[in-house]
């Protein structure tokens, strides 16, 4: 592992490790010696509701029908440590500017105890900046992201094992480490995907798959899942983020010298940014959408089938009828 820059991606891959609302650490034999595993919990009462301040003495574990000892319980509201492992490869060097840009908007966000890493990949696997809490040295290591000519292959599969197994090992248990990457692999001679799952695996990771045009929204959703930010810490994140993609849109439209094109595209931009301005600065009217939020989250936890219901309600069923009832009136 040397030290380099370069920076992108399309497809989104977040790797937890160690993440859960609590955490327990339970001894466990492999190969005749005791093991300390970490289990990612979260303990609900009766009605779904979290509870709060358990001690070891109070938690037990069984494997096979066996009690393991409990070692420990993590607290809950422990900071996450955060590392980005980006693809730095040719197919996806030309999204450099967009990563550079949410890439920094996600340290920004992160706790200021919490610990950041930034590693890049193509040929190689490049440490940019070791684990760090100076958010202006995480600044100037990003900003080089795209400054140096990638490499010809991507080592995906061998990237991620490095990245686990030199830079997370022994470390601690609240951690995560992110892997951006458009899912092209074409270098790892010494790795295969089998083995690269199987290191994942035994790191305890938890493994979150998304593709969006969406960056921002993509890395906010697993995080908000994780517990490493709050819904209301992200919402400004969020509604920050439509607004800023509304502008792809605008140089879009100037391309086609279209003026319908234009004008829809403004649209769009007017829509989102009158929508915050009317929602945001108003207290009362800045909470509806998060407890909207968390009320649905609730139901389709419960019961799946809600969230398709929503989904093609929201974006099927509803659009249509509006188009049907304006072909009809037109």
């Known amino acids: ?54 001690s070891s003495s109070e938690v037990k574990v069984f494997e096979s029908g066996s009690e393991l000892e409990v070692e420990r319980l993590l607290d809950p509201n422990t900071v996450f440590d955060v590392g980005l492992l980006l693809d730095v490869s040719p197919s996806v060097h030309e999204m450099v500017d967009i990563t550079q840009r949410q890439t920094s908007r996600l340290f920004y966000s992160l706790p200021s105890e919490s610990e950041a890493l930034l590693l890049t990949f193509d040929t190689q696997t490049y440490v940019d900046c070791d684990w760090t809490t100076d958010r202006k040295e995480m600044d100037e290591a990003i900003f080089e992201l795209g400054l140096h000519k990638p490499g010809d292959t991507s080592i995906l599969y061998e990237a991620l094992v490095v990245a686990l197994e030199k830079k997370y090992r022994e470390r601690g248990f609240r951690q995560v480490l992110i892997v951006l990457s458009d899912g092209v692999e074409t270098g790892s001679h010494d790795v295969s995907e089998k083995e690269s799952l199987r290191v994942v695996q035994d790191a305890g990771v938890l493994t979150f798959i998304i593709q969006s045009s969406s960056i921002t929204t993509s890395l906010m959703v697993p995080m908000i899942a994780a517990g490493i930010l709050s819904l209301e810490a992200a919402f400004p994140i969020v509604i920050g983020a439509n607004i800023g993609t509304t502008g792809t849109s605008i140089l879009a439209s100037f391309a086609t010298g279209n003026p319908s094109a234009i004008v829809i595209a403004f649209v769009h931009f007017l829509f989102n940014l009158i929508g915050v301005l009317v929602i945001y600065p108003i207290k009362p009217f800045r909470t509806v959408p998060i407890n909207l939020a968390k009320a649905l989250g609730d139901l389709a936890y419960e019961k799946r089938h809600y969230a398709i219901m929503y989904v093609l309600g929201v974006f099927f069923v509803v659009p249509g009828l509006l188009v049907l009832i304006y072909k009809l009136l037109t």
């Open 1 to 54: 592992m040397r030290n380099r820059s370069g920076g992108v991606f399309p497809l989104l891959v977040l790797a937890v490790v160690a993440a859960g609302s609590s955490i327990v650490s339970a001894g466990q034999q492999q190969g005749g010696r005791q093991a300390v595993v970490p289990l990612h919990v979260k303990f609900i009462d009766e009605g779904g509701r979290p509870v709060r301040d358990l």
